[in-house]
């Protein structure tokens, strides 16, 4: 599988730090794999202002929003720490890896993080390409382990034969004291503050997801090497199973071998492509059954709101039409100006006849982009079609060697089912609109068909997207929130369903500013569209709106609100939604994620509710979260998460997110899968001390946003195998993977977060708590360990936080003593859960303090600068690389 990595770097960076860098990582990653895995190829995209090169070839589907790799400088001041943002669980591929530049540049890191190839890489690529986790925890740096009958204080790593002391430093100003660390007498750990600082000579050779930067670590830990009683997220999340065993489970293990060499078959080549302006062609099916439910009308409203608000300054577009034929109704335009967007919607259709021949579409939509370039490289279609076609297949080929990108729109029951095809071999996205009036849908899949450059500041973000059938006389109200990050190109959009004339509207803007109805401007081309464009920047705060119906019938009435950046500087609040996987067969659960985020700053504390959409137009709601429980692997990262198994049938879904805050507050959470910054190292005998981590003020790592409404498109899949007489409750309850239990005087405390009846959603019948003094058993042989009493436990609803507190029967309590809790839940259906992370509470009596407070040694360092506040608009490249197997083929 060809992989692409982006680089968002200053003018004056040349490319020979991470043509290095890769090069590097490709010997290193070669031998840590066993001799399996190498990258081949890298490509650099290279920004569309540069002065182009007779070297730089045209980019084709590479594009920053599938980049695997970002380099940029953080959103507000922050630290270097290289982090890889994960979204799913053991196993699952990460979404990209974040270097910033003074990561790439500055060799001071060197000894805080490795070699910038050889260690910090591959450890982020293990993340990324194979769903495995960090193996130490800042957390809970310390566990109680028990060896020969002596317990004692153990630092979270892997493997556990990684030696070295537990320092603890204090520094004022430059000058900085160092001392062996205490025991906390409340928690019987070592204090807070306290470090692992390693012997910089190591005799074992695990683990990259430990610490990386060890010259003794060449490899992952496996069975034999693996530390199963760390309390790390690898062992969280991956039950305990080393990183070697999750890596070996990959569909890229199973399809190599290794071969018998010390380095690649072939050494990393690069070469560099240049982006151009963005060309995008509309091919719209214009056949009789588009004349069924409204849907030419509602096309021509959709594909209005993208050629006057949606698509970027600057972009060429064009329109073709296409029944058992295709027509080109408007060549290539560059949008220059609003008049240049208004005229563009003059060769919008408006009626429909004939048959569907998808393929013809196309062809002619290559024409069209090949009336600006000779090839169609890097250019766009946005293909609609609403029926069946048995010709498509005769052009896959074809376009698949084309190197053009086409999104792909579903429009009711009947779209060709091979329709997808094209968005899959191309990367374009995946879209899909019902015929429910009420859902928006049709204007939410041409509002999410964005560019891909990675400029957010020019993108069109919608802030609200909301239609409901109002009565004869009555009104629909709401509020719609413009936040501070956006209020440029701000449009308010009424649609209505029924007679041409308007209905009645009210608007305020946050100081008062009244507009009614004669505000607006409708159409004479579509007169079922209100559109009031604010002139500057929106005023910030709530806007409040009134729409009355005055028909004589009922009506859909729907109000959509876009608006761009209000600053180049200042990054935009920005919503990413999907679905963890495009195809499922029932009954496997699928997961709904959203993330939300201001730059690399995830937004906590949101409310998000997702829709999801059938295509008969039957539509769940569900409500996701952030909590670290549930199909939610981590807590406060700004990804919020939730199980769907609402499954009504066979065919196409469509998900929708809406977003509100009130009063938010960003602040950087670390991310969790993230480079270990090294705090020192002991060299014969000396400790040497990295300069600690820079530490920002609350000022610097969080910004005051107020409030703000996002509406997002997560796209469309497809579900097979429902049955078609109903489903029965096939859903367990989820896994618990936030257990926590800890000694109190004589009894033992356990805390989680409450799984549902059906995964993360509604509420299990009864809990099964398990203990034994032997990990393994607990692990292996679960039923056969020790049943807790929980005939007084009760589950709650799920996502409340469960706590229970019991004495252990049957059990010696002393010094030393380790037992270890695991849990399952239990739905009204007998069905039950996955085991439960696994949990120690530990009675650990720290021994007296016998050593000196100081160490003979002071340490004198020189605090390495914090990396400033973005203070310029960077270039933008892409790299692409290749992960070959050790045979040579690309995977």
């Given amino acids: 599988m060809a992989s692409t990595i982006q680089f968002l770097i200053h003018k004056t960076f040349l490319f020979f730090p991470y043509q290095d860098m890769v090069k590097e990582a490709s010997t290193y990653l070669f031998n840590a794999t066993k001799q399996r895995f190498f990258f081949k190829a890298v490509k650099i995209i290279i920004p569309l202002h540069w002065l182009p090169k007779p070297e730089y070839l045209s980019v084709k589907t590479e594009s920053y929003d599938k980049a695997d790799v970002i380099v940029a400088n953080p959103f507000l001041k922050y630290g270097d720490d290289p982090y890889t943002l994960q979204y799913g669980g053991c196993g699952e591929k990460g979404r990209y890896i974040h270097f910033t530049r003074d990561f790439l540049l500055n ?65 004022t100003g430059k000058s900085c004291m160092t001392r062996e660390c205490k025991y906390d007498q409340q928690t019987k750990l070592y204090e807070a503050g306290c470090k692992f600082i390693p012997n910089k000579t190591q005799f074992s050779p695990a683990s990259i997801m430990y610490m990386q930067s060890l010259p003794s670590v060449v490899e992952f830990c496996d069975q034999s090497t693996h530390n199963e009683n760390a309390t790390n997220m690898q062992n969280k999340i991956c039950n305990h199973k080393s990183t070697w065993e999750v890596i070996m489970k990959s569909s890229d293990f199973s399809n190599t071998s290794p071969i018998n060499s010390t380095s690649p078959p072939f050494e990393t080549s690069f070469s560099l492509l240049q982006t151009k302006d963005r060309v995008v062609c509309l091919v719209l099916d214009v056949s009789g059954s588009m004349a069924w439910n409204n849907r030419i009308n509602r096309l021509y409203q959709a594909a209005e709101i993208f050629l006057l608000q949606i698509i970027e300054m600057g972009s060429w577009v064009g329109i073709v039409t296409f029944h058992s034929t295709a027509q080109i109704a408007c060549s290539l335009r560059q949008i220059v100006s609003e008049d240049v967007r208004q005229d563009l919607i003059t060769y919008l259709p408006t009626s429909a006849n004939g048959g569907t021949n998808i393929c013809q579409g196309i062809y002619k939509g290559f024409e069209v982009i090949n009336q600006k370039n000779s090839n169609l490289d890097g250019s766009e279609i946005v293909l609609l079609t609403d029926g069946e076609d048995t010709t498509v297949s005769s052009c896959l080929t074809d376009v698949k060697n084309r190197g053009l990108i086409i999104h792909t729109i579903a429009l009711g029951p009947s779209a060709a089912s091979e329709l997808e095809l094209f968005s899959d071999m191309t990367g374009g996205l995946k879209l899909h609109a019902t015929d429910t009036v009420d859902s928006n849908a049709l204007i939410d899949a041409f509002s999410g068909i964005s560019s891909g450059s990675g400029n957010i500041s020019e993108q069109s973000i919608q802030l609200e997207s909301t239609a409901r059938s109002v009565a004869v006389k009555q009104w629909m109200n709401g509020t719609v929130t413009v936040d501070s990050t956006v209020g440029k190109d701000t449009f308010f959009v009424v649609t209505w369903d029924g007679i041409t004339s308007p209905p009645d509207i009210l608007l305020w803007d946050p100081k008062g500013k009244e507009y009614r109805t004669s505000s607006f401007t409708v159409s004479n081309l579509n007169l079922r569209t209100a559109r009031l464009s604010i002139a500057g920047t929106a005023e910030v705060g709530d806007w409040l709106y009134w729409i009355q119906n005055n028909h004589i019938a009922p009506q859909v009435i729907s109000m959509i609100v876009t608006s761009r950046a209000a600053s180049l500087a200042v990054p935009p609040v920005t919503v990413k939604a999907h679905m963890n996987k495009d195809t499922n067969n029932f009954p496997n659960p699928m997961v709904i994620y959203a993330e939300v985020s201001q730059g690399f700053l995830p937004v906590l504390g949101a409310t998000v509710m997702a829709t999801v959409e059938q295509e008969t137009g039957s539509a769940v709601e569900l409500k996701l979260l952030d909590d670290g429980s549930g199909a939610d692997i981590t807590k406060n990262d700004g990804i919020y998460s939730k199980y769907f198994t609402s499954f009504k049938g066979n065919g196409r879904y469509n998900l929708k997110v809406h977003i509100q805050g009130r009063k938010q507050t960003v602040r950087l959470g670390r991310r969790q899968s993230r480079a270990l910054y090294v705090p020192g190292y002991i060299e014969n005998g000396e400790i040497k001390m990295n300069a600690p981590r820079p530490e920002v003020s609350d000022e610097e790592i969080q910004a005051k946003l107020g409030s703000f409404n996002r509406v997002a498109t997560g796209g469309s899949f497809v579900v097979e195998n429902v049955p078609s007489g109903g489903t029965t409750d096939v859903f367990p309850p989820c896994k618990i993977t936030d257990l926590e239990a800890q000694f109190e005087e004589d009894k033992i405390h356990l805390s989680w977060t409450a799984p549902g009846n059906d995964l993360d959603e509604g509420q299990a019948d009864r809990y099964i708590i398990k203990m034994s003094e032997s990990f393994l058993d607990l692990r292996n042989t679960f039923g056969d360990s020790i049943s807790v009493n929980t005939s007084s436990l009760v589950p709650k609803p799920a996502g409340t936080k469960e706590s229970f507190q019991f004495k252990p029967e049957n059990v010696t309590i002393e010094n030393g003593t380790i037992i270890y809790f695991a849990i399952r839940a239990v739905d009204n259906a007998s069905l039950t859960s996955e085991v439960s992370n696994i949990v120690q509470a530990a009675l650990f009596v720290p021994p007296k303090e016998s050593s000196p407070d100081t160490l003979p040694t002071e340490v004198i360092t020189n605090s390495i600068p914090t990396q400033g506040p973005l203070t310029d608009t960077l270039p933008t490249e892409v790299i692409t690389t290749s992960l070959l197997s050790s045979q040579g083929g690309e995977i």
């Fill in 107 to 171: 060799d001071n890191l060197y000894n805080i993080y490795g070699s910038r190839g050889t260690k910090v890489f591959v450890h982020e690529w293990a993340h990324l390409r194979w769903g495995v986790f960090d193996e130490y925890n800042n957390d809970a740096p310390f566990y109680v382990s028990v060896n020969s009958g002596n317990a004692s204080v153990e630092a979270t790593r892997c493997s556990a034969d990684v030696t070295g002391k537990y320092i603890l430093q204090s520094c």
